[in-house]
């Protein structure tokens, strides 16, 4: 074996088994992207159901390719959904229940001039959070086709797009096969080639002749000629090898031998990527019945090395593979024996290259219990894909554990001011490893329900600011009581505390005037500072001063004051975002070091908003300055990378003291 390659090779001429299936769909989901306005239907030529996508992806704008391309794509091809928005778009799998866990997952692609500019775009496609491939066409009317063959931790598979500037990501179909758990033997392999050898050009072989919906297209060879069988090529039952779905009977039954009853079949194939690792499976019938003076006899050389230990004599109608793996381009030789009377044959071949995914997926009970909450309160926002992964494409509002050897779990949820109506919903219960939940400011009605005080790592609780009305848990309240949870439900006028009345109208007495009263001076300040700002704006200003000028305005009283850090630097005192303290609709708080001072480093996110963010805090931070306000340490300005640093406060702020003051009232109350 050449010392430049590694060759690993073994013989299983061995008959198989054909896995009995039921003719159903039950394991597939087959959609047609894009399709819309027209109903879901069967496939007429492979009674394959397509429905719609709008179920699947929440983004997305649907087409129709041009008329001109239509008479030569089937049906599924005639629509796409196209993604001009965003960086990333996901299209969210669920799995019907099933023992296995291993999925083909097939996507494909044809432009057909959808969007009217013949300019054939170029975008990646990821599988969960690990990159698949690139989508390049080689004209309007080709079909790209991606297949991969994967073992899932979950339920779910998301397969997204990815924007590469180089032209709008789009998609025609997308389908999944749900496979035997042992499948092809190992558990992430993309598909190369598979090949039915004799089959007539122009045709292809897919379901419901064979059941998994493999997709088999011709090979052929002038130097080869076809011969065929339409009876059931048959498998041996003695055996039982579940690791290989063998080709259909109508797949077995066309083979190609020499044209030349002297020559060999000679088959080349160069992978994508050299440094893959290949399985190349190849199938072997006996097609003729041969008479007693014949023999057919001949053996198999990958790369120069003999593959089998003995000579192959493939039997008469029956089913048998050879596989070879490997690490280099495939040159195969099948050379029939001294003693052959017969050349070879090839009935049919597949070939596979390794994957090197992590899959690093969501915890599966946490991502069932975020997509209901998502359903139950409809949130678009960049809710697509995987909540946790990849980290640069975090759901908003969420922050998640990553241990090494675990699947990453929630532990973070903010959806304060995110105009949510309705009951709390009940997949929260799912985020068994929640610290922070966050569900302020919004109109959630109803009971609070039992199972927040279930939810053991929860030390953040806020739910003021709603219509919720009834009992609080009395956990809840024995948590806070213990100093395991900040408990924050103020502004729930319905709301009350266990062993009160809650139509006691006298029970808030001693609480409010209170409140009040520590509230009125951080009300003052406010109205002062909002005072001063009408006041600065009240004062003669040029009015040809553009907005941009305003803006420079701001960077240069920015400039004199404070200190500016480059993305780099912030990076680097937040070690590389480490600890989150914070997060809001437009921003994300995180905890910092400049030498031995503390900071909480606010980074802006790139939208318009954000934006805006930056110019309203430091417009106002830049020129006011008071012992009661933050002060500003610093800021970001790199490029899309915006940051405000401030100094930190280790005891929180005053709206959590005020919380603090709250929780401790109602206490006393219950206690009287």
């Known amino acids: 074996m050449e010392g430049h390659f590694l060759f690993l090779m073994f013989h299983l001429s061995l008959t198989l088994p054909i896995i009995v299936r039921a003719q159903n769909q039950s394991g597939f989901i087959s959609i047609d992207c894009g399709l819309e306005d027209e109903p879901n239907y069967t496939d007429e030529t492979t009674s394959i159901y397509y429905s719609s996508d709008v179920n699947f992806t929440n983004s997305g704008v649907s087409h129709s390719i041009s008329s001109k391309y239509k008479a030569s794509l089937d049906r599924q091809f005639w629509n796409v959904r196209s993604f001009p928005d965003g960086t990333r778009n996901c299209y969210t799998l669920v799995v019907p229940q099933v023992s296995s866990k291993k999925y083909l997952v ?62 709008t990501p789009f998609i025609s179909v997308l389908e999944l096969r749900v496979l035997n758990s042992e499948a092809y033997l190992v558990n992430f392999v993309e598909l ?142 099948i050379n029939k024996t001294s003693g052959s009377t017969l050349p070879p044959l090839l009935n049919a071949i597949e070939i596979y290259m390794t994957k090197n995914f992590s899959l690093s997926e969501t915890y599966q009970t946490d991502v069932d219990g975020i997509i209901n909450v998502k359903s139950i309160y409809g949130i678009k926002r960049n809710w697509q894909g995987d909540p946790c992964t990849p980290l640069a494409y975090l759901w908003d509002g969420l922050n998640c554990s990553y241990a090494e050897s675990d699947s990453p779990r929630i532990i973070y949820l903010n959806l304060s001011f995110s105009g949510l109506i309705g009951n709390i919903a009940p997949g929260i219960s799912n985020l068994q490893s929640i610290e922070y939940l966050d569900l302020s400011n919004n109109n959630l009605t109803g009971a609070v329900p039992e199972f927040l005080s279930q939810l053991r790592f929860l030390r953040v609780l806020n739910l003021e600011g709603n219509q919720l009305s009834g009992t609080i848990p009395m956990q809840l309240i024995v948590n806070s009581e213990n100093g395991l949870l900040e408990f924050i ?67 240069e009283e920015l400039e004199s004051n404070k200190q500016e850090f480059t993305y780099a630097e912030v990076l680097s005192m937040t070690r590389n975002f480490e600890r989150v303290v914070g997060k809001g609709g437009f921003a994300t708080v995180y905890h910092g070091w400049i030498d031995d001072t503390e900071v909480a480093v606010k980074m802006l996110s790139p939208s318009a908003q954000g934006y805006l963010q930056f110019q309203a805090e430091a417009k106002l931070l830049a020129v006011v300055h008071h012992k009661f306000l933050t002060a500003l340490i610093g800021y970001c300005d790199d490029g899309e990378n915006m940051a405000l640093i401030y100094e930190y406060m280790a005891n929180g702020d005053l709206a959590k003291h005020l919380s603090d003051v709250l929780i401790i009232c109602i206490k006393r109350l219950n206690s009287q």
């Open 106 to 167: 097939r996507a494909r692609f044809a432009y057909g001039n959808y969007d009217g500019k013949d300019s054939l775009p170029e975008f990646d496609i990821y599988l969960g959070d690990s990159w698949w491939g690139s989508v390049v066409f080689q004209d309007a009317s080709s079909v790209v086709t991606k297949e991969i063959i994967y073992a899932a931790s979950s339920n779910y598979a998301h397969v997204c797009l990815f924007n590469t500037a180089k032209g």
């Open 489 to 555: 439900f103020g502004g729930n006028p319905s709301l009350c505390s266990p062993g009160s009345s809650c139509n006691n109208k006298n029970g808030n007495k001693v609480v409010v005037p209170l409140v009040a009263s520590l509230g009125g001076a951080f009300m003052i300040l406010v109205i002062t500072v909002i005072s001063f700002c009408i006041y600065k704006r009240r004062q003669p200003v040029s009015h040809h001063l553009s907005k941009q000028n305003a803006y420079y305005k701001i960077r």
């Open 192 to 333: 190369l080639a598979r090949f039915d050898v004799g089959l007539q050009d122009g045709e292809i072989i897919r379901y419901p002749d064979d059941v998994y919906d493999r997709i088999w297209t011709p090979y052929n060879s002038n130097e080869w000629t076809q011969i065929d069988n339409t009876l059931t090529i048959d498998h041996d039952a003695t055996t039982s090898f579940d690791f290989l779905p063998l080709p259909p009977s109508i797949v077995m039954g066309t083979a190609a031998i020499p044209a030349n009853v002297n020559d060999n079949i000679e088959f080349h194939f160069l992978p994508k990527n050299n440094a893959s690792t290949c399985y190349v499976y190849m199938f072997f019938a006996e097609l003729q019945k041969l008479q007693a003076n014949q023999i057919r006899e001949f053996n198999i050389f990958v790369n120069g090395d003999i593959l089998n230990n003995a000579p192959i004599n493939p039997i008469y109608l029956q089913n048998a593979y050879h596989l070879a793996i490997i690490e280099n381009p495939l040159e195969l030789w």
